[in-house]
């Protein structure tokens, strides 16, 4: 379980060089942000967390690539590489604002179960954003009511959430939303490197 940690705490962080750790990357390891945009404040705050993103590592040995799998504003759900959030994140050629952290999930699955994961999230790629979606989360979070039917429009913690639940695997949720914060306190998501 990776322990609550506050703004300053992810600052102090020892950040390791994306390309000294990229080799030791795996599918399967959670990616958390902690941005310095206003919509990730407004997050940030709703949450009572430092975290306001949250994504899966996609990792494909073919090819050589690492990835993240995410449901972004504006965007959509979308596999992108994390050097893009290094070096050119929105092609601004500036790194994204903020902070990134990977963790690792410790539970031992099985392939089956790492491949129903993955393509579950591909099988969502390219699913508009529906820009109303955000303020209705908003409203969600602030009001802590869930979704009241089942939609196939995203925030990052639920496309997680659904994603490792197709692998067999369910993060409790305390209120009736998940958020970056409840799986980053799950018991069996451990803390590794921060990156950004």
Same mark, same amino acid.
Not at 10 to 27: A, F, N, Q, S
């Given at each position: 379980?990776?322990?609550?940690?506050?703004?300053?705490?992810?600052?102090?962080?020892?950040?390791?060089?994306?390309?000294?750790?990229?080799?030791? /990357?795996?599918?399967?390891?959670?990616?958390?942000?902690?941005?310095?945009? /206003? *919509?990730?404040?407004? #997050?940030?705050? /709703?949450?009572?967390?430092?975290?306001?993103?949250?994504?899966?590592?996609?990792?494909?040995?073919? $090819?050589?690539?690492? $990835?993240?799998?995410?449901?972004?504003?504006?965007?959509?759900?979308? /596999?992108?590489?994390?050097? @893009?959030?290094?070096? %050119? +994140?929105?092609?601004?050629?500036?790194?994204? &604002?903020?902070?990134?952290?990977?963790?690792? =999930?410790?539970?031992?699955?099985?392939?089956? %179960?790492?491949?129903?994961?993955?393509? *579950?999230? $591909?099988?969502? $790629?390219?699913?508009? +954003? %529906?820009?109303?979606?955000?303020?209705?989360?908003?409203?969600? #979070?602030? =009001? &802590?009511?869930?979704?009241?039917?089942?939609?196939?429009?995203? #925030?990052?913690?639920?496309?997680?959430?659904?994603?490792?639940? &197709?692998?067999?695997?369910? *993060?409790?949720? @305390?209120?009736?939303?998940?958020?970056?914060?409840? #799986?980053?306190?799950?018991?069996?998501?451990?803390?590794?490197?921060?990156?950004?």
């Amino acid at each position: 379980m990776a322990d609550k940690i506050s703004k300053k705490e992810v600052k102090d962080l020892e950040k390791v060089p994306y390309e000294k750790i990229r080799d030791y /990357l795996k599918t399967g390891q959670v990616v958390f942000c902690s941005g310095s945009y /206003l *919509f990730s404040g407004i #997050i940030q705050r /709703l949450t009572k967390s430092v975290w306001s993103h949250v994504a899966i590592i996609y990792k494909d040995e073919d $090819l050589g690539r690492v $990835l993240m799998l995410e449901a972004e504003p504006f965007v959509g759900i979308r /596999l992108i590489p994390i050097s @893009k959030y290094l070096r %050119d +994140y929105q092609g601004k050629r500036r790194s994204y &604002k903020g902070q990134m952290v990977v963790a690792n =999930f410790t539970v031992d699955l099985e392939q089956e %179960d790492w491949k129903n994961i993955i393509s *579950f999230g $591909l099988d969502e $790629l390219t699913r508009p +954003y %529906d820009n109303w979606e955000i303020l209705r989360i908003m409203i969600r #979070i602030l =009001f &802590k009511i869930g979704k009241r039917e089942k939609n196939r429009n995203y #925030i990052c913690s639920e496309l997680v959430r659904d994603c490792f639940k &197709k692998g067999g695997y369910v *993060f409790q949720m @305390k209120d009736s939303y998940i958020s970056p914060q409840e #799986i980053w306190e799950d018991e069996n998501i451990v803390y590794k490197y921060r990156i950004l």
